[in-house]
């Protein structure tokens, strides 16, 4: 994988994340989402994702083989669900700073990785557990946060 263009896509995501997190006040972190997410929860939700990410990456960097327990499930709706309880006991500024520094945690790693490293983690078919993008899932969430406080303010 010599295509290292997820590198600027991750930190540009990355940025977008530094931006809520230091300029949301404790409120907007407590507003809600949808019926089951606060932001600082969906915070929580992108830490947990990246530190899973990151903890993939760093198995692949010790030289060990991914199993079929380090595949993410083809829905993983209930590891979500089983989370958000625990990801909302977290005090909210205190979740929001974790999501900012498990996703410099995990780019940094991520634009560490050695070409061939990379080749050997993904595979042409793709059946690696874990994607060096980690922009996709931030901005999918980063976006859903962006039109609750739009409709907010």
């Known amino acids: 994988m010599s295509d290292r263009s997820y590198i600027q896509k991750n930190d540009g995501e990355r940025e977008r994340l ?3 997190v230091t300029g949301l006040s404790d409120d907007e972190l407590r507003r809600k989402v949808n019926e089951h997410w ?15 990410a990151y903890e993939l990456m760093r198995k692949a960097e010790r030289g060990e083989a991914f199993t079929d327990s380090d595949q ?15 990801i909302h006991a977290i005090p909210p500024r205190a979740v929001a700073e974790l999501a900012l520094q498990q996703a ?48 907010r303010k």
Not at 38 to 52: E, K, M, P, Q, S
Not at 72 to 86: H, I, K, Q
């Open 18 to 20: 530094r931006v809520l």
């Open 38 to 52: 606060t932001v600082a929860g969906i915070f929580g939700h992108l830490a947990f994702w990246d530190a899973r």
């Open 72 to 86: 993410e499930p083809p829905d993983p709706t209930w590891l979500n669900d089983s989370t958000r309880g625990l």
């Open 104 to 151: 410099e945690d995990t780019d940094g790693l991520a634009a560490s990785l050695s070409d061939e490293l990379l080749a050997r983690m993904w595979p042409t078919d793709e059946r690696s557990p874990v994607s060096v993008v980690r922009a996709g899932h931030r901005a999918e969430h980063l976006d859903e946060i962006a039109r609750v406080l739009r409709g």
